[in-house]
């Protein structure tokens, strides 16, 4: 897989994971978000740092994409799949973490609840950094 397969499926999967983000925490769970989670540990709404969310956003896509690379992953299946295990994965050490350091967390139930849907968000993303990666000219 080349280097301007990768920046595309990154780019693609930064766009898309802010755009999702908003979408599913910003509209969806915007209450469950509110209602879950200690809001001491939040920056106000009007406060938010929106240079690092959007930074944030691009270096998770950036990996995936580099590990599809890797991986030769080019099929939104095979994305979805590698994505949801990593976002499972990742979420669960972050939440699980959080959860024994701090007041992040308002019950287990909500640690659990955030892991799957890390993981379903990254899973999503994951599909579309694939689907635009295995886009065009096939390599040899």
């Known amino acids: 897989m080349n280097t ?11 766009i898309a994971f802010f755009f999702l983000g908003w979408l599913v925490y910003g509209v969806l769970l915007m209450d469950f978000m509110r209602d879950s989670y200690n809001q001491c540990s939040m920056n106000p709404e009007g406060q938010m740092v929106w ?3 959007i930074l944030s956003n691009f270096a998770y896509s950036f ?8 991986t030769k992953t080019s099929s939104w299946m095979g994305g979805a799949k590698i994505a949801g295990i990593i976002g499972l994965l990742m979420s669960a050490y972050y939440d699980f973490s959080m959860y024994s350091m701090s007041t992040m967390f308002k019950n287990l139930g909500v640690v659990f609840m955030d892991i799957i849907i ?21 390599e040899a």
């Open 63 to 70: 990996l995936f994409a580099l590990i599809f690379g890797w």
């Open 51 to 53: 240079w690092a969310l």
């Open 118 to 138: 890390a993981a379903v968000f990254a899973a999503v993303i994951g599909a579309i950094i694939a689907l635009v990666m295995g886009m065009g000219k096939k």
């Open 4 to 14: 301007n397969k990768i920046l595309l499926g990154g780019l693609a999967g930064g």
